[in-house]
Nanobody
Framework: QVQVSESGGGLVQPGGSLRLSCAAS????????MGWFRQAPGKDRDPVAA????????FYKDSVKGRFTISGDKTKNTLYLQMNNLKPEDTAVYHC???????????????????WGLGTQVNVSL
């Protein structure tokens, strides 16, 4: 049975940093890669970044480019998101998930995700 768990969230002031971690169990978790999503109150879940175990970073959401860095370790089924220069609009619950399939590696909209974690809350405010 696959289990996913995120951690590292918290309250931080604007301009601060957090490092999120995602740990997944299960030998067949994902052979393709993993991604981070976030969901703010009253909004849809939004993809933030994704990583391929073979090719590296797949994409970053435009609003986090230059501030967030995704990384991971396939051998440990772990994923990280280093978030710097945080802004109030980054406030959300952050989830990680496995990439189960992709039709076109250049088009993140064609990725299929599964094995969602419950998320970790990130609050950015004074």
């Amino acid at each position: 049975q696959v289990q996913v768990s995120e951690s590292g969230g918290g309250l931080v002031q604007p301009g601060g940093s957090l490092r999120l971690s995602c740990a997944a169990s299960g030998s067949m978790f994902s052979r393709i890669g993993m991604g981070w999503f976030r969901q703010a109150p009253g909004k849809d879940r939004d993809p933030v970044a994704a990583l391929s175990w073979t090719t590296g970073v797949l994409f970053y959401k435009d609003s986090v480019k230059g501030r967030f860095t995704i990384s991971g370790d396939k051998t440990k089924n772990t994923l990280y998101l280093q978030m710097n220069n945080l802004k109030p609009e980054d406030t959300a619950v952050y989830h990680c998930a496995a990439i189960l399939s992709m039709v076109d590696i250049s088009d993140p909209l064609t990725y299929e995700y599964g094995y969602w974690g419950l998320g970790t809350q990130v609050n950015v405010s004074l």
